[in-house]
């Protein structure tokens, strides 16, 4: 017996050009699914006493089945709660969105990641969360050297390895400079981790590790494919701890990024909500936008 297949599928981004978007098109076109582009900034909502409609160049959105969050896209505070508060609404019209708004929510936030993690019993470096300048600079230089990362952000943006003598003699003016730049009043600081020269990227559906990969070198201390990371094959089991860390933040579409030291121990660096997978295509021998297509696509 063929499985049925949801009618109508829409993708959230606001990359137009998205390769992941393009990608996925083609593959639930192929298993006869409508996919609409939606496009955040060209979409509306309309409301009045019981009343609500949600609309994009006329369509309307509630019609969708699904719904995949590609990119939330949004940095400015008006840009982000509108858009978290169109995918509450659609949740509620009956569509379903993923990852879910709580799932998102939860993984933009680095320190409520890092809480859900270690929650779960996961191994996580040893990380300061603090609004204090001074209990920051106290673990700078307990733990020099160390990563200082913004509280929100991706792609490896604005993560920072303190190790020079420079830094740690200036520790306050360094502190206070990437706080405006990227912490906006909040640090995340954690122990250095000293890797043999790469990390794992693992993406995650529905409790199945679907592909993993390597990633080598990259701009600074980050590895992320943005920062111009090489992927290469992946040859270490991170299936439990990958599993273990996509379930901990309730997401169904996660990338979890693992760190091995130089004794061989796994540490989890992050969970994403919105994974690439174009490095992990170039080591993966089968089409992982099919593979999402019809995990999704099933009714």
Request: glycine share 8%; proline share 4%.
């Amino acid at each position: 017996m063929s499985p049925e297949y949801i009618s109508k599928v829409g993708f959230f981004s606001s990359d137009p050009w998205s390769r992941r978007e393009q990608s996925l098109q083609d593959s639930f076109n192929r298993l006869g699914v409508e996919t609409i582009q939606v496009l955040p900034w060209k979409v509306s909502r309309r409301g009045s006493t019981n009343h609500h409609v949600i609309t994009m160049n006329g369509i309307d959105l509630s019609s969708l089945d699904l719904l995949i969050v590609l990119d939330l896209g949004a940095n400015d505070i008006g840009t982000f709660f509108n858009r978290v508060g169109l995918l509450s609404a659609l949740t509620e019209m009956g569509v379903t969105v993923i990852n879910s708004v709580s799932s998102i929510l939860l993984m933009r936030n680095k320190a409520e990641t890092m809480r859900r993690l270690i929650s779960a019993g996961l191994p996580v470096p040893n990380t300061l969360i603090t609004e204090s300048i001074e209990d920051a600079a106290d673990f700078v230089k307990e733990h020099f050297p160390c990563v200082l990362k913004p509280i929100t952000g991706f792609g490896g943006l604005g993560v920072q390895l303190i190790e020079r003598e420079f830094d740690l003699d200036n520790i306050y003016d360094y502190l206070k400079f990437h706080s405006q730049m990227f912490g906006k009043g909040a640090y995340l600081l954690q122990e250095f981790v000293e890797s043999p020269g790469f990390d794992i990227r693992a993406l995650v559906i529905d409790d199945e590790v679907i592909a993993t990969m390597q990633r080598v070198g990259g701009e600074g201390i980050t590895t992320n494919i943005h920062s111009g990371g090489v992927p290469r094959t992946n040859t270490m089991d991170v299936t439990k701890l990958s599993i273990r860390a996509a379930r901990s933040v309730r997401g169904r579409l996660v990338g979890v990024d693992i760190i091995p030291d130089i004794d061989g121990n796994l540490w989890i660096l992050e969970a994403n909500a919105t994974p690439g997978w174009t490095g992990l295509q170039q080591v993966t021998d089968f089409d992982i936008s099919d593979k999402i297509a019809h995990r999704f696509a099933r009714m």
